[in-house]
């Protein structure tokens, strides 16, 4: 069975293209694609995925759980546990171990609560 050659028909409406503009129409694809991707993963976590990402951090069993159920309880878990631990240490020149411990010590929620909910995450 012999292939129907039709590449030159397929790509009429991008033969009047410049390379840079093939470029920019290929990121514009590619983001409308991953677009949705990305949008589910921020809305479908769950506390077993954001202590899944905790133990991969470091963190024990024990110390996952108290992080995530900060997290659940000022309603960030949507930003992701680890991303709060990890900006949490970045904005307070902390190791990813000094800030996770820190939260479960009940400090550094409140600017948490700040960052995540006030939109600069």
């Not at 991969?56 to 069993?61: E, I, T, Y």
């Not at 997290?71 to 990890?86: E, P």
Request: aromatic content about 6%; charged content about 30%.
């Amino acid at each position: 069975m012999e292939r129907k050659d039709d590449f030159a028909e397929r790509r009429k409406h991008l033969a009047h293209l410049s390379e840079e503009e093939l470029e920019a129409r290929f990121w514009e694809l590619a983001g409308q694609v991953v677009d949705p991707l990305i949008d589910l993963a921020k809305k479908n976590t769950t506390p077993s995925i954001e202590r899944s990402v905790l133990l991969r951090m470091g963190f024990s069993s024990v110390e996952t759980m108290g992080i995530v159920e900060g997290a659940l309880d000022r309603g960030l878990i949507g930003h992701g546990a680890g991303h709060i631990v990890y900006r949490m240490a970045k904005d307070n020149n902390l190791t990813i171990r000094e800030a996770g411990l820190k939260l479960l010590e009940g400090e550094l929620w409140d600017q948490a609560v700040s960052v995540f909910k006030g939109g600069a995450n």
